[in-house]
C-alpha cells in the first residue's frame, strides 16, 4: 500500500504564492506518475497537473500554465506544486495522485493512490 500525504495548504490573498508537497511512503514504487487534482463543493474532482519520472509534466488549461509548477525528487519520493499568482478561483481542496503506471493521465480514476487532500483559500 502506498500513502500520499500533501501539505502546504493555507489561506493566501489573491496573487500570492503557496507551495503544495505531496510525500509518498509506504510501498512505493519505481517509475510512476504523480499528479496533482482539485476539487470544490459540489463538483467533480479537477485534473491541475501531472508529472513523470523523467520530469516531463502536463497541465490541464492555460490559466494554469505559466502560474503552476510541478516538479518531483525521486530521491525523496516527493511531489510539489508551486502556485504562483494565485486568484480566488483557485481556492479547492487540492489532492496529491500517484498512478502504478508510468504514462501521465489527466483523468482521475486512472489514479490508484489518494492523499487526503490539503486546503488552498485564495481571499480577493
Known amino acids: 500500500q502506498v500513502q500520499l500525504v500533501e501539505s502546504g495548504g493555507g489561506l493566501v490573498q489573491a496573487g500570492g504564492s503557496l507551495r503544495l508537497s505531496c510525500a509518498a511512503s509506504?510501498?512505493?514504487?519505481?517509475?510512476?506518475?504523480e499528479g496533482w487534482f482539485r476539487q470544490t463543493p459540489g463538483k467533480e474532482r479537477e485534473f491541475v497537473a501531472a508529472?513523470?519520472?523523467?520530469?516531463?509534466?502536463?497541465y490541464s488549461r492555460d490559466s494554469m500554465k505559466g502560474r503552476f509548477t510541478i516538479s518531483r525528487d525521486n530521491a525523496k519520493n516527493m511531489v510539489y506544486l508551486q502556485m504562483n499568482s494565485l486568484k480566488p478561483e483557485d481556492t479547492a481542496v487540492y489532492y496529491c495522485?500517484?498512478?502504478?503506471?508510468?504514462?501521465?493521465?489527466?483523468?482521475?480514476?486512472?489514479?490508484?493512490?489518494w492523499g487526503q487532500g490539503t486546503q488552498v483559500t485564495v481571499s480577493s
Open positions: 509506504g510501498r512505493t514504487f519505481g517509475r510512476n506518475a
Open positions: 495522485a500517484a498512478r502504478v503506471s508510468v504514462a501521465v493521465s489527466t483523468v482521475s480514476r486512472e489514479y490508484d493512490y
Open positions: 508529472i513523470d519520472w523523467s520530469g516531463i509534466s502536463i
